[in-house]
């Protein structure tokens, strides 16, 4: 298997994006080769998505154009890896033929094995044959900015949700493979913490370990700053308001997923905070955090939920004065509580809701940013825009691929540098600015 050439398509969150690294560090440390272009690999393969049925044809699609390399290439082999064959390998495996090798979400170390059995003629299913083992990875994001998967499954069971049937019991990385790992991953200016939800970290063994953690990174000298995201609401505690107001390398931003604003919904979601808790917390942090950004996420047309309780979450978003936000919309799921609940709200109402709950927020970040204007703000340089002929960039509300970016002039710009960008322009989620001397 040494010398083949592989190319790897990764869909879905950053935290699956962690898990196909793991997937092309074995790769690497096999002997194989990468390739970002699929008419010159030999073996592709699709980590997938099942989060939604959305993503789950989006998924399927990828294998379907991965297999059509075959036609004239030098394609041998598609393997199908993540979160759908995890989930739905009982219908995937007979119906998707394409695939020769299906694994798991934990399955990286059985990535050759398979291989191997495939090359000899078998079409395989490894689903689950792997020990789970974090194997190395070779990173693929820009080398200023790298993820750590802190934990994964979860056991917050909201009722319209797939993951703990797909990634099972929340499960927390021992802390010193976490600051080893990042110890690896050398200079880093940005290091996003992530999990299902970070802020559980530590639970599953019986205490909230979350706070040090983050205290255990930041000693790191190879880390310029951390950024926290998927924060739930009610497990966000003075601990980590202490740490993200004390410590400097903690950028201070948070993305707490809200999901809805109104208690009857919120409780039919399976969550555990309230309007009231949402807007306090809020108040708090605030307080607490001078110049804190808040990202979020809500959903629209939860199973029964009324124009009266739409209009409400519209509401909410005026009151919380929100950073930045993404709304979808809810997607009715088989084998979640939610699928069964009456009162499926009809799917064109759907979109006009997420439509307006976008249009509200667009008013909301387009004043929040127009005060950036006249200001100098510290940007990290991501890389060069060529259409645009400038340099682009974040500030610390600006996560990257979530968020808006900041565009810049400069003589001279080093992607993953930071630079003092005077703000001459805002528009409704980007800014426009050139650097100055500090």
């Not at 974090?134 to 080398?143: H, L, N």
């Not at 976490?178 to 559980?200: H, I, K, P, W």
Request: overall charge negative; proline content about 4%.
């Amino acid at each position: 298997m040494r010398g083949k050439v592989f190319g790897v398509v990764s869909l879905g969150c950053d935290k699956n994006r962690v898990d196909a690294e793991r997937l092309m560090g074995e790769i690497v440390r096999r002997g194989g080769t990468l390739t970002d272009d699929p008419s010159k690999a030999q073996i592709i393969i699709v980590n997938t998505c099942a989060f939604l049925n959305a993503a789950r044809e989006e998924s399927i699609n990828a294998v379907l154009d991965a297999a059509s390399n075959r036609a004239g290439g030098i394609l041998e082999k598609v393997v199908v890896t993540g979160c759908l064959p995890e989930k739905f390998i009982g219908e995937l495996y007979p119906a998707l033929t394409e695939g020769d090798v299906f694994l798991g979400v934990k399955d990286a170390d059985a990535l050759f094995p398979a291989l191997e059995r495939a090359y000899a003629g078998e079409r395989v299913n490894a689903v689950g044959c792997g020990s789970g083992a974090r194997v190395g990875r070779y990173v693929s994001t820009m080398p200023h900015l790298k993820y750590l998967k802190i934990a994964d499954g979860c056991f917050n069971h909201c009722t319209y949700c797939l993951i703990p049937k797909i990634r099972g019991k929340y499960l927390s990385y021992p802390m010193e493979e976490l600051v080893e790992e990042a110890r690896s991953l050398g200079q880093t200016e940005e290091l996003v913490l992530v999990a299902q939800d970070t802020t559980r970290y530590g639970e599953d063994g019986g205490k909230n370990r979350f706070a040090e953690l983050i205290k255990s990174l930041s000693a790191l000298p190879n880390i310029g700053h951390i950024r926290l995201l998927y924060c739930y609401p009610e497990a966000i505690d003075d601990a980590l308001i202490e740490v993200l107001r004390s410590e400097d390398k903690v950028l201070k931003y948070l993305d707490i997923p809200m999901q809805h604003s109104e208690d009857r919904i919120l409780k039919l979601m399976g969550r555990r905070s309230g309007r009231a808790e949402l807007l306090s917390l809020l108040k708090k942090l605030r307080k607490e955090i001078p110049g804190l950004a808040v990202r979020s996420t809500f959903m629209a047309g939860f199973p029964s939920e009324t124009e009266e309780e739409h209009r409400a979450l519209l509401a909410f978003l005026g009151e919380a004065q929100l950073e930045n936000c993404g709304f979808f919309a809810y997607s009715r799921e088989p084998e979640t509580p939610a699928y069964k609940m009456s009162g499926q709200v009809h799917p064109f109402t759907k979109k006009r809701w997420v439509r307006e709950l976008y249009a509200r927020q667009a008013e909301i970040s387009a004043a929040k940013l127009k005060r950036c204007e006249g200001r100098v703000l510290e940007v990290v340089c991501d890389g060069v825009d060529f259409e645009r002929q400038c340099f682009v960039g974040r500030t610390y509300f600006q996560a990257h691929e979530i968020d808006g970016v900041t565009y810049f002039t400069s003589p001279n710009a080093e992607e993953g540098k930071v630079y003092s960008v005077r703000v001459d322009r805002a528009d409704t989620y980007d800014l426009f600015g050139h650097t100055v001397e500090e």
